[in-house]
């Protein structure tokens, strides 16, 4: 007969019994998979038995209600943990616990969303505790709940700036809603961690941080209960630094190196020595009630442009955002201090309370993004294109976790000028189009950037927004919409010799060069291909049926851009249509953002020299 | 007539003299640009105008010679401030500093190594301090010289966890020959940073590090030189904080916001607010004798693998590793925690003093590997393929600082298996093809592996090799040589109707997938595609018109890799040879590795269905 552990629990055997029971489960799983990290979780399992059954307020039947606390393991690896917790939670079976790590089972290697239960996707160490942050962000700064964000961190992951980047915000925010465990077992996946079992220099780290910090015996189930109620007496974020066992409870792998990530050499007796199957049960406490806040709101119109006027397209990206602040009230807006560079600063400007500062932590801006998103709101990130680059694992992890997460990335390409290369984003859509269903957006012109920015709030998932430092002049009409997926043939005729394929700066030199090129006798067909992911191929194919030859024209490398991406169409094709690509090949300097892109050989004088030198017969 | 300021200087006002002469050169710098940072610059003065004068040891007319000093301004931005010092010291002239930022000049917006006398380029915040480490790495641990490393740090970026990634790893090494000055001016770009003035908390954490750490008034010489001193006393790292204000010294800008990166608006008023232009000049002390130590060498001979032995080409990086450091004393690798997984820990058992753990840090990682290149090594970073995108713009700056880096990505693709989707590198070939100048390359055995590293070892550059999980059979002969850029056409006849190309694990799976079509009566060409950038276009174009159809299959998504390579080539062309592009385009899961490629269509039964559909007539 099941028997029953719940918040009035306080014994400590029976408590024990749990953690054994967790224990010997996880054993159970990576047995049956023949893989997995078995003695990672072994060392959590008085840590979580504690917060399962004592703390935890969630509600397994509904895991969309508002009012549940959040638990994130930040240290994936320890999945089998996390299975043996859902199934002393009755959530799963002990049948779909084995199914751990198999083709098509909801027990991946590491955890992911196909699970309801679960936020996002860890596994890529440093990550979950960041984007707890922007969990306990939403309800303490947006929705003003009183759930918890109760966050299982490793030792070996305290090495990844990531998690300091996580300390210092939440800290300096003071998220009270906050909790991180972090199981500290000495040992890495090759051998000690730096620290091993010396907890203080992370402890005086996480103090400075500004949290309230303790050092606990991670086994000692009324340690870890006491430790769990000072926790949420704290109105800082809380850290537990528990120093446990990898292993533990099993003397061929306790405290042992390379016992890493692999199965138990001979389960049954390892399962004998924790005292055999047992079958508790946990009750788990039912959340609160949410209380919905509300939050001011600011009207504002949307933006529009004359045809001609010039403006950046970051520009339009900040007054776009704004507008859509206004237009749905689950937009959120998170910067990395270069919000009056990205304009950011004009949501902050209408929207305060929507607004988040991140600082120059990008790892932590996405983070907390996906955060964000977890709770339902629609955040919109930006910071430098090239600075994006920092978050990219955040990035690749978030598309894992079916995350709805915007980025805007301002001042790519050679077109800034002066800053030089290490400011210029040359490989962010390579980057970002090689994200899992990610979307890839490159606007040329104000209104257009707005259509977009709309049409991003709109789709559910990773999309990117590529925006200019300089201005451009307004090609299309206000309120005209786009289509992600879509593209504009922005000039065509019957006679078109070449097709002239740019988006953002280099689709006006296009144009300039089709100027050019037509008053040479050579008309040409221009093309928009502003999304750039997914792209528009009936269009190209069109045009390589009708022109004799294709170029591309992008501020970006050769490698995995707009080029690339309509040579992938035409390939798959059976056209004999050539294709020019011609993008940044040389190393940028400083200079000014014309002469920069002659010497690349992207403005119009390098499009109608490339176009000089096809043959067009 | 100019007046010397040397190490004997230490009359206060002359230094003050010499940081306003920095001072007035940052502004007429950032004036004759009209752009910059003048007032990040100024924040700096008296403490560069200390270090300079007092305690940098540095031959400006040899900067190759070993024992110079560094200087690394990981605030990059403050690139006025250096071109001011460059000119005090004598190195350049006044002419040249008022070509900052212009198109041609070796003044760029931020320092790059087009200037002898820095080390890397600098830019993006919060990797100065890492690459410094990686320098002072090498001089503690294996030149055993004494030279020091200098690195003037914002405090904006103590907001990015790379800082603190530093911070934990010199602590912990103990590296005293590294000093940290944060240059605390309290003003970001768009506002105050967070703790503004507030050094406690930072300092705090610098301890828990294990620093020797003092907060100072950066303005007060006396002070800035009595912390200099006790720094070089200190057997640990030592961190500065120093509280300064931005725009020191013109009252328009002191301590104002919006007065980041921008000129001063009346540059001749701040100039004689300042006092006027100077000629002080800094006679900088000569750097000692260097010392070349000699590390312990272990013989290794060359592995070789038999004909058809199966071996995984991340057990072939280890072996060539360890075979690399005994033939090339100058190799050196570091790791990320994973080297009984990359198989770094086979060079880690021969070379022992040339093997860096640098623990679950991959921006330390990689930032280690940049500074140890600066002092003439050749370092070889590994860790999963997955997890070097947590370090991508380590490797976007590392090109721009023309950094001679050799990185390996091990468990690439779905064929990891089980553990799931965050391990799976697959968008790494995409990522790191869209690095200037750099080498991707994909080995499918374990010969090929060995020659390639061996290539990578001679290439000078930021090249990058991708290594498969799990063991494939040997195809090439021991001691065959592959280059950089080539190919092999593995399998070829007179009438083959397709051609397959494909690399590391794929390439198995075509010439499975080859014997299978010769049953069915369909001659297929075999192309090992090793080298994805640069690209054997010659072989690909020579195939295209060979055959009558082409199909890429890669572990990786389909943008970026190698299927959108070889379309670039075949676009760029006026083949009409169409290509089929297989790739991963699903989410992958856990589960067992054939089982994985088969479901994303990448194994020779995929392909046997890919061919059969192309029409081949």
């Not at 005209?480 to 000039?491: A, H, M």
């Amino acid at each position: 007969m099941e028997q029953a552990i719940s918040a009035e629990t306080l014994d400590r055997e029976q408590l024990h019994e749990l953690a054994q029971q967790l224990r010997v489960d996880s054993v159970r799983a990576a047995a049956a998979a023949n893989s997995g990290h078995p003695t990672s979780s072994m060392s959590a399992a008085e840590l979580t038995a504690v917060l399962y059954s004592r703390y935890l307020r969630y509600d397994f039947a509904a895991p969309d209600n508002p009012g549940n606390d959040h638990v994130v393991f930040s240290k994936g690896h320890a999945s089998p943990l996390l299975y043996a917790l859902f199934k002393a939670v009755g959530a799963i079976d002990d049948e779909e616990l084995l199914s751990f790590r198999k083709f098509g089972s909801r027990m991946e290697g590491h955890p992911t969303p196909l699970l309801p239960w679960v936020d996002v996707a860890t596994g890529s160490l440093g990550q979950g505790l960041p984007i707890a942050v922007g969990i306990a962000l939403a309800g303490q700064k947006l929705e003003r709940d009183d759930f918890r964000v109760w966050t299982l961190c490793g030792d070996s992951e305290l090495a990844e700036g990531s998690m300091w980047e996580a300390f210092e915000h939440a800290g300096y925010i003071g998220l009270g809603n906050l909790i991180a465990i972090v199981d500290v077992n000495r040992l890495g996946q090759r051998g000690p961690t730096m620290h091993e079992w010396n907890t203080g220099p992370l402890a005086e780290r996480a103090r400075g941080c500004g949290w309230d910090v303790q050092e606990i015996d991670g086994h000692d189930v009324e340690a870890v209960d006491a430790a769990y109620a000072r926790a949420l007496q704290s109105d800082r974020p809380a850290a537990i630094f528990a120093r446990t066992k990898k292993g533990r409870g099993v003397a061929a792998v306790e405290d042992r190196e390379n016992a890493h990530g692999k199965p138990l050499t001979d389960p049954q007796e390892a399962i004998e020595e924790l005292g055999g199957e047992r079958s508790l049960r946990i009750e788990v406490q039912a959340p609160p009630a949410a209380q919905p806040g509300e939050l001011p709101q600011e009207p504002v119109e949307r933006p529009s442009y004359e045809l001609g006027e010039k403006v950046a397209t970051r520009g339009a990206y900040g007054d776009a955002l704004a507008w859509l602040g206004s237009v749905d009230e689950r937009v959120v807006a998170l910067d990395g201090e270069v919000g009056n560079s990205t304009y950011a600063e004009r949501f902050l400007a209408k929207h305060p309370d929507r607004f988040f500062e991140m600082y120059i932590a990008e790892q932590q801006m996405v983070a907390a993004a996906v955060g964000l998103q977890v709770r339902g709101w629609k955040p919109f990130a930006s910071t430098f294109g090239a600075f994006l680059s920092r978050a990219y694992d955040f990035i690749r992890m978030a598309a894992i976790s079916d995350a709805d997460l915007k980025l805007c990335g301002s001042h790519v390409g050679v077109s800034i000028g002066e800053d030089g290369p290490s400011q210029m984003a040359l490989e962010d859509i390579a980057s970002l189009r090689a994200v899992h269903g990610s979307v890839v957006l490159y606007p040329c012109d104000g209104n257009q950037t707005v259509a977009l920015l709309d049409a991003m709030r709109e789709h559910r998932g990773i999309s990117y927004l590529r925006t200019t430092r300089g201005a451009t002049p307004t090609l299309y009409e206000p309120g005209e919409s786009f289509e992600i997926g879509g593209s504009r043939t922005v000039r065509a005729s019957d006679d078109d010799a070449v097709t002239l394929i740019g988006a953002g700066i280099t689709l006006h030199e296009c144009l300039k060069a089709a100027d050019e090129l037509t008053a040479k006798g050579i008309a040409a067909r221009v093309i928009d291909l502003y999304s750039v992911k997914p792209v528009d191929a009936e269009t190209l194919l069109k045009a390589a049926a009708e022109t004799k030859a294709m170029v591309t024209v992008e501020d970006h490398w050769p490698e995995g851009g707009i080029g690339e991406t309509v040579a992938g169409v035409l390939a798959g094709s059976d056209t004999s249509t050539p294709l020019t690509r011609l993008a940044v090949t040389g190393k940028p300097s400083s200079g000014p953002p014309a002469e920069l892109l002659a010497v690349a050989g992207i403005d119009a004088a390098g499009i109608v020299a490339a176009v000089e030198q096809t043959p067009l017969d």
